[in-house]
């Protein structure tokens, strides 16, 4: 049986894990001045490996079908990934222009904004 429209958060719809947490599923995503960008969900932990991999196949493709000929920026919080060294040479070999964010100041992030947008609905 399909549950009602507007019914995704009843009790009696939802299925309930074993464990004592539920599962954890994480999504990457981007945006920009222009509009949503791509998003994708994983399993597991975000590291410095699957955030550059994601860089390279869906930021930077989306970043330059937007701006081919103009330069741009890119804006990315404070997490470990985003600051291990790998991250940086990755962004350093790949010509992309970081904006630097003060640590611990999660109103100026627009990213921190629309996952709390998102959580809220």
Not at 12 to 18: I, L, T
Not at 27 to 48: I, T
Not at 83 to 108: E, K, M, T, Y
Request: hydrophobic letters at 35%; glycine letters at 8%; proline letters at 7%.
């Amino acid at each position: 049986m399909q549950r009602p429209e507007d019914s995704a958060y009843m009790e009696e719809y939802m299925v309930h894990g074993q464990g004592q947490f539920a599962p954890k599923i994480g999504m990457w995503g981007c945006f920009s001045s222009r509009g949503m960008g791509p998003m994708k969900l994983f399993d597991g932990n975000m590291n410095a490996r699957l955030y550059t991999d994601y860089m390279a196949r869906y930021m930077k493709p989306y970043a330059l079908h937007l701006w081919p000929n103009e330069q741009w920026h890119f804006l990315q919080d404070n997490a470990s990934y985003h600051g291990a060294q790998a991250s940086h040479q990755w962004f350093h070999n790949n010509g992309v222009s970081l904006i630097p964010l003060s640590p611990h100041s999660p109103d100026l992030n627009p990213i921190e904004n629309l996952w709390a947008d998102l959580k809220r609905r």
